[in-house]
């Protein structure tokens, strides 16, 4: 998982290039949980797939996103939110949602 930094934040994120946001605070039990989800998504993929942000230095994004809790994946078109995923529920679950995700990304190009 690549962590969103300030440079990140300014040059990735506004430029589209990021799709899905895993928006976590530090000492938050359940967004821990949630993280090892994505860590084993990951695993599954041989990749780095999500960016890690942590909402508490960036304050400004989470009002203008509207974010209401972490933990949140955020799956974003253009540099644009369209979808905020806050129950993970399980890795299965966050397996299908990311399936439909990218069925979703692969129709729209």
Request: aromatic share 12%.
């Amino acid at each position: 998982m690549k962590e969103v930094t300030e440079q990140v934040m300014e040059q990735e994120l506004q430029a589209g290039q990021i799709a899905m946001v895993f928006v976590h605070t530090p000492f938050c039990a359940t967004c821990q949980l949630a993280e090892r989800m994505l860590y084993i998504l990951e695993e599954a993929e041989q990749e780095e797939c999500f960016y890690r942000l942590n909402a508490s230095f960036f304050p400004d994004f989470m009002e203008q996103q509207q974010i209401s809790s972490v933990p949140a994946l955020l799956l974003l078109q253009e540099g644009v939110v369209v979808e905020q995923i806050y129950a993970f529920e399980s890795v299965t679950n966050m397996f299908h949602v990311l399936e439909r995700w990218r069925q979703k990304q692969s129709i729209s190009s």
